[in-house]
């Protein structure tokens, strides 16, 4: 799914393709819209029915987004004059009382009408980037898909 602009980021929304968890971000401290793909939301998220034991919808809604800030805070500066970044992160999912290790990846990208959204999806999960602008930092294990070096980007610990 390639959205390229804000309109394509709600019209992936309002056709189901993504799911708006912009109201949770935003009690966590993301002032951005924000949402999740509907593979993300249908395997860990939603499935309240098959979930006897184990973390609430709202709570692993929680967790993903939660732990994409943490995420960022963790070294990741603000952006410069790219249009995009990826990050890669680990969120634990209690399904049925058994702890799942899932890895996703959130790509927060800024527009060409300055407008910026959030979309979290699961790691295999087609890429949206070009690879030839794949850097990755082992220092703080982050994945960038940008215009140049990540070095004017990041800040490693």
Not at 53 to 74: A, D, H, P, Y
Not at 77 to 87: G, I, N, Q
Not at 145 to 150: Q, R
Request: hydrophobic residues 35%.
């Amino acid at each position: 799914m390639n959205l390229e602009t804000f309109e394509d980021f709600q019209r992936a929304i309002s056709e189901g393709r993504l799911v708006d968890v912009s109201d949770t971000a935003k009690e966590i401290g993301i002032s951005i819209p924000a949402a999740v793909s509907s593979a993300l939301w249908k395997t860990y998220i939603e499935p309240e029915e098959s979930i006897t034991v184990g973390q609430t919808k709202n709570e692993r809604i929680w967790n993903v987004i939660s732990l994409l800030l943490s995420t960022l805070k963790s070294g990741m500066k603000p952006f410069d004059d790219s249009s995009s970044l990826m990050v890669r992160y680990q969120v634990h999912f209690v399904i049925n009382g058994i702890l799942t290790m899932s890895t996703l990846k959130a790509i927060i990208r800024k527009t060409a009408e300055r407008k910026s959204f959030i979309q979290i999806m699961l790691e295999d999960e087609a890429e949206q980037n070009n690879p030839d602008r794949k850097y990755f930092c082992r220092e703080c294990r982050f994945t960038l898909y940008l215009e140049t070096k990540p070095e004017s980007y990041i800040e490693c610990r």
